[in-house]
């Protein structure tokens, strides 16, 4: 099924509460050498035929107004998967 | 007057925002998410809650809503709005007040009876204060943290649309102690605590004079009631 692969992160200067919790867990099972984890979200949207290049560009434009807030997070990647 | 109270799936205090609307004299009306209609209300809440379940963003899933659109409109042109808790952070996602509402910086759900300073009270939700005045009414929340970009509060401090401050306690780690935001027109409000569980004795914070009797939140109705008369 094809698909629109959204990344969205938390922005690098706030505070990730998820990734310091899992960050503190590594550290307490010995894992010395992780020195930070920061958790974010993949978004699948999926469609019947292989998205056209004017519904990439939708797909931008959701990940950006819809499924992420620019204010708090970045959308790292949007990514055609056919498969 | 007739004041809207919207539902949302998984809204928790639509029934105490229609109960406020009452105590301060005017008709509640429920409003419901998918229903574009505002059935002729003259004034629309927010209320808390954790609409569609926190899924996406606080807020997010519920900004999107065929009532919205209505109310958005609704409220560029002019139409008093306040957005409670999870109300606020459907304005912030709707865009109507600017900035984000992420976890608090402590992590924890917060539930404590909150003092706030009126920063403003030239708004439709705000008038029956004083300028300066110190009142205390409820916060419950997770995701209560305030956070905008410089240039925004630089914006938001200098024109006056800050609405409510956290007074000796900053609880959430808000941005310049901000609790709450009014919009350019003083149509919009939004803020993370909650005045409608502090408008009956007997059901509110305590006070120095008896406990529970704190009914700081009324005022919120009321003016909102005023600024209808007199506009």
């Known amino acids: 099924m094809p698909k629109i692969i959204v990344e969205v992160m938390p922005k690098a200067d706030l505070l990730d509460p998820a990734g310091k919790a899992v960050a503190n867990a590594l550290q307490r099972k010995g894992h010395s050498e992780i020195t930070n984890v920061r958790i974010g979200k993949r978004i699948e949207l999926h469609y019947a035929e292989a998205p056209t290049p004017k519904?990439?560009?939708e797909a931008k434009e959701i990940a950006a107004n819809f499924l992420s807030n620019g204010v708090i997070e970045d959308v790292v990647s949007v990514s055609v998967e056919e498969l | 007057m007739r004041i809207?109270?919207?539902t949302f799936p998984g809204t928790l205090d639509d029934r105490d925002a229609q109960r406020a609307v009452r105590l301060a004299g005017a008709t509640a009306v429920p409003l419901w998410h998918a229903d574009k209609d505002l059935h002729?209300?003259?004034?629309?809440i927010l209320p808390g809650g954790f609409s569609f379940g926190d899924y996406l963003r606080c807020g997010a899933?519920?900004?999107?809503?065929?009532?919205?659109?209505?109310?958005i409109d609704a409220a560029n042109g002019g139409l008093p709005v306040l957005g409670i808790c999870n109300g606020f952070q459907i304005l912030v996602e709707a865009n109507l007040?600017?900035?984000?509402l992420i976890r608090n910086e402590h992590q924890h759900f917060i539930c404590r009876d909150q003092k706030l300073i009126v920063e403003n009270v030239d708004t439709a939700w705000t008038n029956q204060f004083t300028l300066g005045q110190e009142i205390t009414i409820p916060l419950k929340n997770g995701e209560g943290g305030y956070i905008a970009?410089?240039?925004?509060?630089?914006?938001?401090?200098?024109?006056g649309l800050i609405a409510f401050r956290y007074s000796e306690v900053n609880p959430n780690g808000s941005f310049n102690n901000i609790a709450g935001l009014r919009n350019v027109k003083g149509n919009v409000v939004g803020l993370m605590p909650h005045p409608e569980h502090a408008v009956e004795p007997g059901f509110g914070p305590d006070t120095d004079k008896a406990m529970r009797s704190g009914v700081d939140g009324l005022n919120f109705f009321t003016s909102v009631l005023n600024w209808m008369v007199k506009a």
């Open chain 2, 40 to 44: 002729d209300v003259d004034a629309v």
């Open chain 2, 61 to 71: 899933i519920a900004a999107q809503a065929p009532v919205m659109e209505t109310i």
């Open chain 2, 149 to 159: 970009k410089d240039e925004t509060l630089k914006e938001l401090e200098g024109e």
């Open chain 2, 97 to 100: 007040l600017p900035g984000g």
């Open chain 2, 4 to 6: 809207g109270v919207v």
């Open chain 1, 55 to 57: 519904q990439i560009e």
